[in-house]
């Protein structure tokens, strides 16, 4: 991590976490998913200046306001995490702030930059792999989710995440052919 990169995190104790890997690293709090108008243009203006990385938690209010930061379309990249790597002991809470270091180093080392405007893979694309409306799409979806260390998600999310991410067709296919064999 350098001094160039801020990561966007959703609340103090995530900072405070990740502070304790990257003590020199500067965050971002939203303060939860009611981020501010002001708080989505500090992100923004900051993603001009220097890499802003979004490390939010593995869950639907991480998800909501990760949707959010990227409607300002700044340039980003995305760190994520499983939920299982991010549950507390008693697994009832989900957040970065319960992840072990080596996961979260891990993580921030998988990064997924963020293209915007690059359409390259339609519905029905993801239809013929059985990435949807298939018995068995679901369970396809998440090994392939897993595998580009993207969140596991609906038909229409997944879709956007791969135009997003500038995932092509070749890559989906290396990953479905991995699994069937």
Same mark, same amino acid.
């Given at each position: 991590m350098s001094y160039q990169q801020v990561i966007v995190v959703e609340g103090y104790h995530d900072?405070?976490?990740?502070?304790?890997?990257? +003590?020199? $690293?500067?965050?971002?709090?939203?303060?939860?998913?009611? $981020?501010?108008?002001?708080?989505?243009?500090?992100? =923004?203006?900051?993603?001009?200046? %220097?890499?802003? !990385?979004?490390?939010?938690? +593995?869950? =639907? +209010?991480g998800k909501r306001i990760?949707?959010? !930061?990227?409607?300002?379309?700044?340039?980003? %990249? $995305?760190? =994520?995490?499983?939920?299982?790597k991010a549950l507390n002991n008693s697994k009832t809470k989900v957040g970065i702030e319960h992840a072990k270091n080596k996961d979260i180093i891990e993580a921030l080392e998988r990064l997924l930059t963020i293209e915007y405007n690059l359409k390259t893979v339609?519905?029905?694309?993801? =239809?013929?792999?059985?990435? !949807?409306?298939?018995?068995?799409?679901?369970?396809?979806?998440k090994f392939v989710c897993q595998k580009l260390n993207i969140p596991f998600c609906n038909g229409k999310t997944f879709l956007k995440y791969l135009n997003l991410l500038s995932i092509d067709l070749e890559r989906i296919d290396q990953i479905i052919n991995e699994k069937q064999s």
């Open positions: 900072e405070q976490k990740i502070k304790s890997v990257y +003590p020199d $690293i500067e965050c971002i709090v939203t303060n939860g998913s009611e $981020i501010s108008r002001e708080t989505l243009n500090l992100i =923004y203006e900051t993603s001009l200046l %220097k890499e802003v !990385i979004l490390f939010l938690d +593995p869950d =639907y +209010p990760t949707q959010k !930061i990227m409607e300002t379309q700044g340039k980003f %990249k $995305i760190a =994520y995490i499983d939920k299982e339609v519905r029905k694309d993801i =239809y013929v792999r059985n990435l !949807i409306d298939n018995t068995n799409s679901k369970e396809l979806r």
